[in-house]
């Protein structure tokens, strides 16, 4: 096992961002029109989550080890606030999705549309130090991964919910 790496020992910059966006989630949730169900909900708020670290461990463990999360390379439990922030992000995904009722090829741009989104906030994470790029590497590569997630999310939420999308 290698040493840890320690990126920073103090409560600064990358823990105030992801108490920001997700207080700044949590309030957009609880500001807008209720638009699903309570299992709706808990779905794309668990979702969220659960692609959110499918993916996170997938590349960020070993034998990858592509990044690390938070103050240092082994994983704290602070770093559990960093994997909720991925609720409300799913969540509000799919709030826009339905609420403009996007269905068809008109989906492809919308995740799109989230995906430069989601890099940009990858980028700002970077910037404050939520994440570290290492073994070569770099946000470019997190695009194509995001472009995934979001198709998922959608497959899977149309899949379990196709009455959702039905008219009233």
């Given at each position: 096992m290698s040493d840890v790496i320690i990126y920073d020992s103090s409560f600064d910059a990358n823990e105030w961002f992801v108490l920001a966006i997700l207080a700044a989630g949590v309030v957009a949730i609880w500001l807008l029109p209720r638009r699903f169900t309570m299992e709706q909900a808990l779905f794309n708020l668990l979702t969220g989550i659960v692609l959110g670290l499918m993916l996170d461990h997938t590349l960020a463990l070993p034998p990858f080890d592509l990044y690390d999360v938070g103050d240092e390379s082994t994983y704290s439990l602070f770093d559990m606030f960093?994997?909720?922030?991925?609720?409300?992000?799913?969540?509000?995904?799919?709030?826009?999705?339905?609420?403009?009722?996007?269905?068809?090829?008109?989906?492809?741009?919308?995740?799109?549309?989230?995906?430069?989104?989601?890099?940009?906030?990858?980028?700002?994470?970077?910037?404050?130090?939520v994440f570290h790029y290492k073994n070569g590497y770099h946000l470019n590569f997190s695009f194509p991964i995001y472009l995934f997630l979001q198709s998922m999310h959608v497959l899977l939420f149309r899949s379990f919910f196709p009455d959702s999308f039905k008219k009233k």
């Open positions: 960093s994997y909720a922030m991925y609720a409300p992000y799913g969540y509000l995904f799919i709030y826009i999705y339905k609420r403009w009722r996007i269905k068809g090829l008109y989906t492809i741009p919308y995740i799109l549309v989230w995906s430069l989104v989601s890099v940009g906030i990858e980028w700002l994470s970077v910037k404050v130090g």
